[in-house]
């Protein structure tokens, strides 16, 4: 094998390895705080962190984003979730295969992404739900309660964006 082969399958195996890091970073916060909130507030309360604007609420959404489908059957919520994270994740990794390591802050923006999917695909495998507990507001208006893993998913999404609107993707 030529030298040159030699180092590209080894830049190639750095380059999986950092969106596996990146990613199972994300997954590990995100379950760790998952956990305490499920340890230390009672499902359906909240702590106020900063009052007026910020709680700690422990909830559980049975839908994706902003309650999407969660008027809908359990079982077609559990299939149809598992099979867009899935592709999603599916779709994450044969795309980053294509980023070169010119583009880093789009390799990091897909593991943000990849692990927030994997954050929420395990507590849809789980609880049939996704565990929400920070949550936004000001007097009457609030943002929908979220997590770690949508967090990531927003900022990597906000990252992919950026690069799509300034006209930095991969080739």
């Known amino acids: ?8 399958n080894g830049e190639r195996k750095w380059h999986y390895f950092r969106l ?4 199972g970073f994300v997954v590990l ?15 359906n309360h909240s702590v106020p962190v900063i009052p007026g604007f910020f709680d700690i609420t422990h909830v559980h959404n049975p839908g994706g984003a902003f309650g999407l489908f969660a008027s809908q059957s359990d079982s077609f ?5 598992l099979v ?6 599916i779709a994450i990794f ?23 999917a994997i954050g929420n695909l395990i507590d849809r495998i789980r609880f049939g739900e996704v565990v929400d507990f920070l949550r936004f507001y000001i007097g009457r208006y609030q943002w929908p309660s979220f997590n ?12 992919f964006i950026i690069h799509l609107v300034l006209n930095k993707m991969p080739d």
Do not use: E
């Open 1 to 8: 094998m030529a030298a040159g082969t030699r180092r590209l």
């Open 20 to 23: 596996l890091v990146f990613a």
């Open 94 to 116: 044969c795309f980053y295969r294509t980023i070169p390591p010119t583009h880093p802050w789009l390799s990091f923006a897909l593991a943000l992404i990849f692990g927030g």
């Open 84 to 89: 867009l994270i899935l592709g999603a994740m």
């Open 148 to 159: 770690i893993a949508d967090s990531a998913i927003s900022v990597g999404v906000g990252i």
């Open 77 to 81: 919520r559990q299939v149809f979730f």
């Open 29 to 43: 916060l995100d379950q760790l705080t998952k956990t305490a909130i499920g340890n230390t507030i009672p499902l």
